[in-house]
Antibody, heavy 120, light 110 residues
Framework: EVQLVESGGGLVQPGGSLRLSCAAS????????MHWVRQAPGKGLVWVSR????????SYADSVKGRFTISRGNAENTLYLQMNSLRVEDTAMYYC?????????????WGQGTMVTVFS | QSVLTQPPSASGTPGQRVTISCSGS????????VNWYQQLPGTAPKLLIY???QRPSGVPDRFSGSKSGTSASLAISGLQSEDETDYYC???????????FGGGTKLTVL
């Protein structure tokens, strides 16, 4: 079964850091682009970042550029999101997602999400 | 303010056909494919339509997608009560170099 399981969320003060992880199983992790998408409470979906299968090509939303870093450990089938200089507006459920075969951005496998709360 | 524009709400009666629009620009919908997601309350989004009009395995053929120019549409025929939830469009944006989502449409089945 193809599965993504996020972890690492929690409570943090503004300016703090968190590292999210997304454990993948059931597919060849190293060949797929992977994404992070977030959703603030009661709000819509917002794309955060994307990384290619090799980890050599990354993209970020302007709102997190320079503060967040996406990476992956293909040996351990894990996707990461290092979040630094956190702001109150970064409070959201963070999902990792995998594209459907043959696409880079049609996200058909999603994790259950991990909640990040930035409070002052 | 989302880069892709969706109506905040839509409605229909059981059995009816409803459409949800998604408007963008030449840098996103105009030059890339559109994906549609359905999100039930408290759950992760589900891919409903990818590459403008393709359905993933398991998605009923009541759901269909189309694209023309810088706009796209999701159509739901034979509306059912379980279709009452939120729907989002998304596409890659060549200028922003990232995925952009619509603000979401809440569908009500009357």
């Amino acid at each position: 079964e193809v599965q993504l399981v996020e972890s690492g969320g929690g409570l943090v003060q503004p300016g703090g850091s968190l590292r999210l992880s997304c454990a993948a199983s059931g597919f060849t992790f190293s060949t797929d682009y992977m994404h992070w998408v977030r959703q603030a409470p009661g709000k819509g979906l917002v794309w955060v970042s994307r990384i290619d299968g090799h980890g050599s090509s990354t993209s970020y939303a302007d709102s997190v550029k320079g503060r967040f870093t996406i990476s992956r450990g293909n040996a351990e089938n894990t996707l990461y999101l290092q979040m630094n200089s956190l702001r109150v507006e970064d409070t959201a459920m963070y999902y990792c997602a995998k594209p459907i075969s043959g696409t880079r951005n049609g996200l058909d496998i999603w994790g259950q999400g991990t909640m990040v709360t930035v409070f002052s | 303010q989302s880069v892709l524009t969706q109506p905040p709400s839509a409605s229909g009666t059981p059995g009816q056909r409803v459409t949800i629009s998604c408007s963008g620009s030449s840098s996103n919908i105009g030059s890339n494919t559109v994906n549609w997601y359905q999100q039930l309350p408290g759950t992760a989004p589900k891919l409903l339509i990818y590459s403008n009009s393709q359905r993933p395995s398991g998605v009923p053929d009541r759901f269909s997608g189309s694209k023309s120019g810088t706009s796209a549409s999701l159509a739901i025929s034979g509306l059912q009560s379980e279709d009452e939830t939120d729907y989002y469009c998304a596409a890659w944006d060549d200028s922003l170099k990232g995925v952009v989502f619509g603000g979401g449409t809440k569908l009500t089945v009357l």
